[in-house]
């Protein structure tokens, strides 16, 4: 019997606002909600083909990237959480107020309850946390939440990169398809197979860009016209350095690998804590005691200092292993950042290579289309060549794109 009220008790008690229940509810219950839910969403998905076509312009694009990409939401929800931990620091040390109501009763006289019999008082409590602890604390606390922040502009550079490399290779992509419908000797198994490559290169497209965008309601098309372009004239001459974002992300990893070390450290100080604890400033017994105390000789404030000695050597080995541990990651930054410089003199000099090779090509194919042709044999020769050259040259270029993605997320579009 007892069991059964406790059960009917705890169900009750499982009801939330709203009509929401969470313990009430059995697992096969909730469980079978969400395959619902799941299951409707894939039943309403629809194939990309079915979607409408809507065209944005690039900073459109940005604009979405900002407000509905899940990654930038996910780190954005971190920074706010460092912020929030960091002021923490502060709120900790603000006095708490609890309040303490209780109701004393014979049980033969639980009909007759006055005033009297119920007891309440509100209490004040001040808790200082270890003195020696709060300016690390603070510090470590603005380190966390710059690193938060600084990986948060890094994936979003990165997403963006990647969203230019997607327009960017479409639009090569388009450009090739036109120039296969000029080969010469097209056949009908040709184009067949064209048309089936196409249609997943199309789906293959429209999902990358609508995961980057956060956005699965459409077939996005970015027009070209509106993105801004690599100027290589303009990022070569900064291949000589790295970019700001670059160096404080190499500045970040030695710095939290010396706090980790400077925590420890830490636990050589002698610990001081100081609370205060007060009796009742305010007590409603309907008795003799009733009404506000603020009387000071009612009020107690502690303060405790202790020090451990480290006979077992604990604090000292743990120190040792973050002592190394940081000589480990220094040496690992200084080869990250050699290494970061020599992919930046290769790319520096594959970009020349390409640029002069491509000029080369274009001014080979104007020499071509300018020659006169004197039989039938000569202009298919030209023809086939002229497709190979061409052809080479949107190959190239599609290549380079993983170039301009690279300076775009070691650059930024002009931030360095």
């Not at 709203?18 to 469980?31: A, H, N, P, W």
């Not at 992509?173 to 490559?197: H, V, W, Y």
Request: glycine share 4%; net charge neutral; with cysteine.
């Amino acid at each position: 019997m007892l069991r059964s009220s406790v059960c009917r008790i705890l169900w009750a008690g499982s009801i939330v606002a709203g009509g929401l229940c969470l313990t009430g509810c059995s697992v096969e219950q909730r469980m079978a909600k969400a395959a619902g839910d799941i299951e409707t969403t894939f039943a309403n998905a629809r194939e990309w083909e079915q979607l409408p076509l809507r065209a944005i312009s690039w900073q459109q694009a940005l604009t979405m990237v900002q407000q509905n990409n899940v990654e930038l939401k996910s780190l954005a929800s971190a920074i706010e959480r460092s912020e929030r931990e960091g002021l923490g620091i502060y709120t900790d040390m603000i006095p708490g107020l609890s309040y303490y109501g209780y109701l004393t009763k014979s049980i033969n006289d639980v009909r007759r309850i006055d005033s009297r019999d119920m007891n309440s008082s509100v209490n004040v409590t001040f808790n200082l946390p270890t003195i020696t602890n709060i300016p690390y604390r603070v510090y470590a606390a603005r380190a966390n939440t710059f690193s938060a922040i600084k990986t948060r502009e890094l994936s979003e550079r990165d997403i963006i990169s990647k969203l230019y490399a997607e327009i960017r290779n479409r639009e090569i992509e388009l450009k090739k398809r036109a120039l296969q419908k000029q080969r010469p000797g097209l056949d009908e198994q040709d184009r067949m197979l064209a048309a089936s490559a196409e249609r997943l290169a199309d789906s293959s497209y429209w999902k990358n860009v609508a995961e980057l965008l956060g956005d699965y309601s459409a077939r996005w098309y970015i027009l070209p016209e509106s993105l801004p372009r690599v100027k290589w004239s303009k990022y070569l001459p900064k291949l000589n350095k790295l970019s700001s974002l670059s160096v404080e992300r190499f500045a970040i990893q030695l710095e939290q690998s010396r706090l980790r070390k400077y925590g420890v450290a830490l636990k050589y100080l002698p610990t001081i804590n100081t609370n205060l604890y007060s009796p009742s400033l305010f007590s409603s017994t309907g008795g003799t005691y009733e009404g506000a105390f603020l009387d000071g000789e009612d009020t107690n404030i502690n303060l405790s200092t202790s020090y451990t000695i480290d006979t077992q050597l604990d604090t000292w080995n743990e120190y040792m292993d973050s002592k190394d541990d940081y000589e480990i990651t220094r040496r690992k930054v200084e080869a990250s950042i050699i290494s970061h410089k020599h992919k930046l003199i290769q790319l520096k000099r594959s970009v020349r290579d390409y640029l002069s090779w491509r000029s080369y090509m274009y001014k080979r194919i104007e020499y071509i289309e300018a020659s006169p042709v004197m039989t039938a044999t000569d202009r298919l020769t030209n023809e086939e060549t002229l497709f190979s050259m061409k052809s080479e040259l949107l190959n190239q270029e599609a290549a380079s794109v993983e170039s301009e993605t690279a300076v775009i997320l070691e650059y930024g579009f002009g931030e360095d």
